[in-house]
């Protein structure tokens, strides 16, 4: 496989890229919008075919050149689905794979830096692409971001260190000058997160690191929301807000809480748009719920009832958004996300269904 480990010295960000050498296929992660035409003129140089733009997380320090890199050659920008981040043509989960040519890189969820982080992680040869999750002799803050001590210090012992212990450990950021170190080593050396730390010294640690405010966190935020592209410009027809309690998100994206949709889905029109397998899975699914796969959603609008809200619903609230803002581009008013997805109705203890529900009939209701 080849492999390039490419470095940003303003915000000390690491940004790999990877490449099957027979299909020439390749994936990049992390890239920095300033090193923009570094990255796209390596990729050139080495005659490679560019397949997905991958982001760790939404970063704070720096912007993402992920909407640059797939204008200039096609690719699939991916993120978390619990990133927030619906700019994104492929929102991915725990499990999922990311192939180019011979080679995938596994996904693993590993919040805790924020919501939404991810490791990518490569069985053969063995890497783990892991973000500000674990870094070397380190870890990311957690004090924005939905950070959670709690969160970080399981993501890291469940989904990192779970791997072999000569798992190479390639993270975001590194600002002593080290570009690699092993699951082995982070196990036993890392002073924050080795294998001998409990929780709560972890916990206690983290708290009083009373960290600075990143300096490029507003700027940053809101642009890695859209890619790192100039926010898209508002749908058609501007949101009717006044049905619900209805929020809008960092990323432009009306929201609902599922404490509202439960008290009130009677009255709503509910569209699930994650996979035909996912909704009849063990997860289930919102009683009276309609599944329309996010990719048939656009042929799909036009069965939709106009005269009722439209609430749409996925695992965490990354693909429901994208249908929210892909309806709202169709001229549908009243339409919502639930904020969180299946996973915050379940968390909540909210009724669920199993199986393929009755055929709907109400559409003019």
Not at 39 to 58: F, N, P, Q, Y
Not at 101 to 110: C, F, K, P, S
Not at 118 to 141: K, N, Q, S, Y
Not at 254 to 282: H, K, M, Q
């Amino acid at each position: 496989m080849l492999f390039r480990q490419l470095f940003d010295p303003e915000t000390s960000t690491y940004t790999y890229l990877l490449a099957d050498e027979v299909s020439r296929e390749a994936v990049i992660i992390d890239p920095v919008q300033e090193q923009f035409e570094r990255d796209a003129s390596l990729i050139g140089e080495l005659g490679l075919r560019l397949m997905a733009v991958l982001d760790t997380h939404v970063h704070a320090d720096h912007v993402t050149a992920q909407g640059l890199l797939r204008k200039r050659f096609g690719a699939k920008s991916v993120m978390s689905e619990r990133s927030g981040a619906v700019c994104a043509d492929v929102l991915v989960k725990q499990g999922d794979r990311v192939e180019f040519g011979r080679h995938a890189l596994e996904v693993r969820e590993t919040p805790g830096h924020t919501s939404g982080c991810l490791t990518f992680v490569c069985h053969e040869p063995r890497m783990a692409f892991t973000g500000d999750a674990l870094l070397i002799r380190g870890c990311g803050r957690t004090d924005f971001q939905s950070g959670s001590s709690r969160a970080l210090y399981q993501s890291v012992r469940e989904r990192v260190f779970t791997l072999p212990d000569d798992t190479l450990i390639y993270p975001a950021h590194d600002y002593k000058g080290r570009t690699v170190s092993t699951v082995g080593e982070e196990k036993q050396h890392n002073p924050r997160l080795a294998a001998s730390r409990t929780l709560a010294e972890f916990s206690e640690l983290m708290a009083a690191l009373k960290l600075p405010y990143p300096r490029k966190m507003d700027a940053s935020v809101p642009a890695n929301l859209a890619c790192g592209l100039p926010a898209q410009q508002a749908p058609c027809q501007a949101p009717d807000l006044s049905w619900a309690p209805v929020a809008i998100s960092a990323a432009g994206v009306p929201e609902i809480t599922a404490d509202w949709v439960a008290a009130n889905g009677a009255g709503v029109w509910l569209v699930d748009v994650r996979e035909s397998d996912e909704f009849l899975g063990p997860f289930g699914h919102l009683p009276g719920a309609e599944s329309i796969p996010l990719a048939t959603l656009a042929a799909r609008a036009p069965s939709l009832p106009r005269e009722r809200p439209i609430v749409t619903i996925c695992r965490s609230g990354g693909r429901s958004g994208k249908a929210a803002l892909e309806l709202g581009s169709l001229h549908f008013a009243r339409v919502a996300s639930l904020r969180g997805g299946m996973l915050e109705w379940a968390e909540k203890k909210l009724p669920i269904e199993y199986g393929r529900p009755p055929q709907r009939t109400d559409r003019q209701g």
